[in-house]
């Protein structure tokens, strides 16, 4: 439900913190594009849209994602937990709860102008780690428990106002988790990690607050930063 801003992760991007400016895109001559072609084919006029793609009537060069930005103290120790549990072979983007997965480039100066008046309106809220659960025979995953209503409002008033080219996913309710573990084919392996995080949420957990959304551009499995939107300040 809540996504964070990246923390560093192997071979992923680096969070941005509150002591230090995200990057930002230079004036000068932008570096040669690493795509590798559309995220997103032309939809075939005869086939059913895929759950994952945007509702839109063309190819889309890039899709992106919403996250909820979480406080370093919430942040860091569910990063810290999925670096530890995930594969690392697999382990590409940072601990995050998503808002939505797959946002077109081509309605990107709806779905900026949008992000930052809906943050602009949200105040910073609490959120706190629930309970682990399983993800199928192959993964691990943790709830959050506190923040879950702030959370849905954010996501309702955004799909509200996206609803024309959202897919199939984003348009469902909100549901959200921190995975910690997936795609492992050890059942033992899968089982032990999820002991292990049963104890952990009940005896340890973790706090902190959503204080802003952050938008990150998909590229091949990767997630590079784009942009953020502070929440309202409390002052």
Not at 179 to 191: F, I, L, S
Not at 195 to 222: I, P, S, T
Request: hydrophobic residues 30%; contains cysteine; charged residues 25%.
């Amino acid at each position: 439900m809540y996504a964070s801003a990246a923390a560093r992760a192997p071979s992923g991007p680096s969070r941005p913190t509150h002591s230090s400016s995200p990057p930002q895109k230079s004036g000068g001559a932008e570096p040669a594009s690493t795509s590798k072609g559309p995220q997103w084919r032309a939809p075939h006029p005869d086939h059913k849209p895929h759950r994952y793609r945007p509702t839109t009537k063309h190819a889309e060069e890039h899709v992106y994602v919403l996250t909820l930005r979480l406080t370093d103290s919430l942040h860091e120790t569910l990063n810290r937990l999925r670096t530890r549990y995930f594969p690392p072979e697999r382990l590409k983007v940072p601990a995050h709860l998503t808002l939505f997965h797959a946002l077109p480039h081509s309605e990107m100066a709806t779905i900026t102008s949008t992000a930052d008046e809906i943050a602009g309106e949200t105040r910073p809220f609490e959120v706190t780690t629930g309970r682990a659960f399983k993800l199928g025979k192959a993964g691990v995953a943790i709830s959050p428990s506190r923040g879950t209503d702030e959370g849905a409002h954010v996501h309702a008033q955004l799909r509200k106002r996206w609803e024309p080219f959202l897919s199939k996913q984003d348009a469902k309710g909100f549901k959200a988790h921190w995975t910690v573990m997936n795609k492992v084919d050890d059942e033992e392996k899968v089982e032990t990690a999820f002991r292990e995080l049963c104890g952990w949420a009940k005896q340890e957990g973790a706090a902190g607050q959503a204080d802003g959304l952050v938008l990150w551009r998909y590229n091949h499995g990767r997630w590079e930063f784009e942009r953020e939107f502070p929440f309202a300040s409390r002052a």
